[in-house]
């Protein structure tokens, strides 16, 4: 069901055909996809025991628009698998982007089985698989709260073990490392020091 609304977005101005959750979405994020209402839709449709499999775009397990999505899933122990695929899968036709086989669903057992960078179904091998607990997801990212992307379960475990031996930077409240930020000598933050042409003759200056 669709009507007739104005869709003043970033995006897009004037007369469309949109549902109405999808106008809403659009007015909200700035953004006119569909793939976050089409992804929350099937999850508030699940029944106390259903199980869901979606075939989407990669962001929306890795883009910070669709973390509050992802990250319940994850804290509700209802994420089952994440399968990233690249653009070059070539898996169909007309398709050049990347997107992924998202699993969710109640009673989910855990941890999360992921497998990224795939151009084939038979690149989903034991060597390519990876598993998570939400624990371990949120350790990768605490500020975006996205899911972590590896190209193999070497690369996840090596990443998950430095994470949790030297801990992550997240400003003045957790900063174990004692790191201080600062930028190198540029003009808009030193103007101060320079001097013009003027200023430099009148001190000795020679052109």
């Known amino acids: 069901m669709g009507f007739r609304c104005k869709a003043d977005t970033d995006t897009s101005k004037g007369t469309c055909d949109l549902p109405l959750w999808l106008a809403a979405y659009s007015t909200i994020t700035h953004r006119s996809s569909a793939v976050g209402p089409f992804a929350e839709l099937a999850y508030h449709l699940l029944s106390k025991k259903g199980r869901c499999g979606l075939i989407l775009p990669t962001g929306i397990v890795s883009d910070k628009t669709y973390s509050a999505f992802i990250s319940q899933l994850v804290e509700q122990n209802m994420l089952d698998y994440v399968y990233g695929f690249e653009s070059r899968s070539h898996l169909f036709k007309n398709v050049a982007m990347q997107f992924c086989v998202l699993g969710f669903g109640h009673q989910t057992k855990q941890p999360t089985t992921f497998a990224f960078q795939l151009r084939d179904i038979s690149d989903i091998k034991p060597d390519r698989i990876w598993t998570l607990s ?30 949790r031996h030297f801990g992550i930077w997240q400003g003045k409240d957790q900063n174990p490392w004692n790191i201080m930020l600062s930028t190198q000598f540029h003009m808009s933050s030193h103007s101060h020091l320079f001097y013009e042409k003027e200023h430099l003759s009148e001190i000795g200056g020679i052109f």
Do not use: E, G, Q
Request: charged share 20%; net charge neutral.
């Open 134 to 163: 939400a624990k371990d997801i949120f350790l990768c990212n605490p500020t975006t709260r996205t899911l972590p992307n590896f190209n193999s379960c070497i690369d996840a475990d090596i990443v998950i073990k430095a994470h």
